[in-house]
């Protein structure tokens, strides 16, 4: 089996300051946008910081063809419940 590698760039943008979690949270707008798209809860979590080396990790052992990562020639496939399980994010 042959497996083609692809590059990927990643830019992780970290809220660095409150001043826009503020803005937006006195926004009625916004906050109806946010409910409305079912994004309120992502963009509550507070905190939540890039693992920079694990995302680089993954990025090397993904492969498109494949629709999963490969490590030591097994697939790994990740569905939705194993996102929910890992970030606790239902």
Not at 15 to 27: G, K, L, P, T
Not at 35 to 54: C, S, V
């Amino acid at each position: 089996m042959k497996y083609v590698f692809c590059r990927m760039t990643i830019t992780w943008r970290e809220r660095e300051d409150n001043a826009i979690d503020n803005q937006v949270m006195e926004d009625q707008n916004a906050l109806y946008a946010l409910i409305g798209w079912g994004l309120l809860k992502f963009f509550k979590i507070p905190n939540m910081k890039a693992n920079i080396r694990l995302l680089e990790l993954l990025i090397h052992y993904w492969i498109g063809k494949e629709d999963a990562f490969v490590i030591d020639q097994m697939p790994l496939r990740i569905e939705i419940e194993d996102i929910d399980f890992i970030t606790g994010i239902s």
